[in-house]
């Protein structure tokens, strides 16, 4: 494969954006094989947003040669009070059911490196947070708060300020060529790219996938840093979110109740689910009598819209369709508990916290 194919793959929906396109073709000019790394809070169910959006960019990186890690991010969901600050917990979670999720959407352990954030501290880690500390200012790391989910009007632990230092240093400490998150992790992205040539270390690639919303819909159009935080996808409201090892009556159950207003595209949730997770891989298949313009199917997201903006595909038969393709996409992962019940009966036994 060469560097033009392996760059379309991992600009490949739902990523949103990489910074920078020519860093990645330079990188893969001198390594065929860099090093990845997502990290990931251990904040309770696994959501499409966390979970199926994430398993399938990492499975375009596999494709294009890059070794992947997914980083078990233990202190990082102690320090923001998830799962009720327990950090046994946390730790029996990361590597049960949160690990056991992304193995039942197509992430073996032979592909992908699972690891626990706190195994791969030591001495040299710690002084490291604290050169990245050391280096920008206490405003800086404020506003870098956000990227815990919280808006930085919220009452936070002084620890909070620890949480942006600690996600570069991992950064840096792992040695990763390809920093990867959700848009909601980008001020800390952009802190390490500034901070890399002064601490001596190699500026990484930074990958950004774009954030699903909930099922509830956005606050605007155009929403807030903090209407972003309050709308997307989360655990806390569990009708605004698909966890992906959810039953077929379940998934179909929230699609069904899902913000999908007629001829309106932008920020509509049923909308950016068909192009962020069907479309990439597979068309859009619509079932419905022949009275109502019987079956049409859609390759395109400008296909998909321009029908929808028009009138011509309803609501209803939108939304049986992605729940349709959902139900398939995600069938593994339900299938996968049902053979091993006890890492979803750990998890249900904890009293889930924001």
Known sequence: MDIEEKTKLVMKVPTQELISEEGLKNLFETNPHPKHYIGFEISGYVHIGTGLSSALKIK?????GVKPTIFLADYH???????????????K?????????FIALGLPEDKVDYLLASESYDEDYWKLVMDVSRSTTLKRMLRCITIMGRKESDAASSASVLYPAMQAADIFNL????AH???DQRKVHMLARELAPKLNFKKPVTLHTRLLPGLQGTTRMNPTEDEVIDAKMSKSKPDSAIFVHESESEILRKIKKAYCPEKVVEGNPIIEYAENLVLRDRPLK?????????NVEFTTSTELHEAYLRGALHPMDLKNAVGKELVEMLKPVHEYFKKHPNYLKELESIKITR
């Open 286 to 294: 619509v079932e419905r009598p022949e009275k109502f313009g019987g």
């Open 93 to 101: 979670v990361a590597q049960g059911y949160f690990k056991h999720c």
């Open 181 to 183: 998150a959700g848009m």
């Open 175 to 178: 040695k990763i060529d390809i």
């Open 60 to 64: 375009d990186l596999l494709k294009a």
């Open 77 to 91: 969901t102690w320090i923001n009070g998830k799962l009720g600050g327990d950090l046994d917990k946390i730790r």
